[in-house]
Nanobody, 123 residues
């Protein structure tokens, strides 16, 4: 079994910072691309940032220069450092992970979602 769990959400003031974590546990051969999404009430889910297995990152225009995505392959964990937070960043943040899962003696590509973590930014 593989689980993907987000943590680190909470309440921050405008201009403040939070760091989210997305950890994959279980029978994992490799954690590949991980993507952070967010969904605010009444709005569509949007891509926030994505990091490939090799570490290449890209960001939504709305968070560039404020958010940084990184990974620790030894811990199968991806981080989203969020600085200069704005009230518009308030949303449920979820991570989606491409995982090579160990099944028997072979690894197979699987995709998993975490449960989401709430980020609330007050003005």
């Amino acid at each position: 079994q593989v689980q993907v769990v987000e943590s680190g959400g909470g309440l921050a003031q405008a201009g403040g910072s939070l760091r989210l974590s997305c950890a994959a546990t279980g029978r994992i051969c490799r954690l590949n691309t991980v993507t952070w999404y967010r969904q605010a009430p009444g709005k569509q889910r949007e891509l926030v940032a994505r990091i490939s297995g090799s570490g290449s990152a890209d960001y939504a225009d709305s968070v560039k220069a404020r958010f940084t995505i990184s990974r620790d392959n030894a811990k199968n964990t991806v981080y989203l450092q969020m600085n200069s937070l704005e009230p518009e960043d308030t949303a449920v943040y979820s991570c989606n992970a491409d995982v090579s899962r160990l099944e028997g003696t072979a690894c197979f590509f699987r995709n998993y979602w975490g449960q989401g973590t709430q980020v609330t930014v007050s003005s």
